[in-house]
């Protein structure tokens, strides 16, 4: 069974960082492009970042770009996202998931196939 499981969520402070993970389970991702998705409460689902199966082509949202990123580790099975400089809008559910793509990626969440459960990130003082 496909699984993805997101971990490394909490509360944060403004300014501060925090790395999520998303490790798969029952596949391998070096053939699945990985999407970073969020969902505050009241708002719709927004495509944060993306990245191709073998990392070449990397996708991040207006309103991320220059904060956050995302590495992944094929080896180690797992995809991350790396953002720094957090601020209270950023609060929201964060989800990953993966699709099985070739060369590039997309932040449209309805192209992705396999979903994490969500971890919570809350930007608050």
């Known amino acids: 069974q496909k699984q993805l499981v997101e971990s490394g969520g909490g509360l944060v402070q403004p300014g501060g960082s925090l790395r999520l993970s998303c490790a798969a389970s029952?596949?391998?991702?070096?053939?699945?492009?990985i999407g970073w998705f969020r969902q505050a409460p009241g708002k719709e689902r927004e495509g944060v970042s993306c990245?191709?199966?073998?990392?070449?082509?990397?996708y991040y949202a207006d309103s991320v770009k220059g904060q956050f990123t995302i590495p992944r580790d094929n080896a180690k099975n797992t995809v991350y996202l790396q953002m720094n400089s957090l601020k209270p809008e950023d609060t929201a559910v964060y989800y990953c998931?993966?699709?099985?793509?070739?060369?590039?990626?997309?932040?449209?969440?309805?192209?992705?196939?396999?979903w994490g459960q969500g971890t919570q990130v809350t930007v608050s003082s």
């Open positions: 998931a993966a699709v099985f793509r070739g060369v590039d990626c997309v932040l449209n969440w309805e192209e992705y196939r396999y």
């Open positions: 029952g596949f391998t991702l070096d053939y699945y492009a």
């Open positions: 990245i191709s199966s073998r990392g070449a082509t990397t």
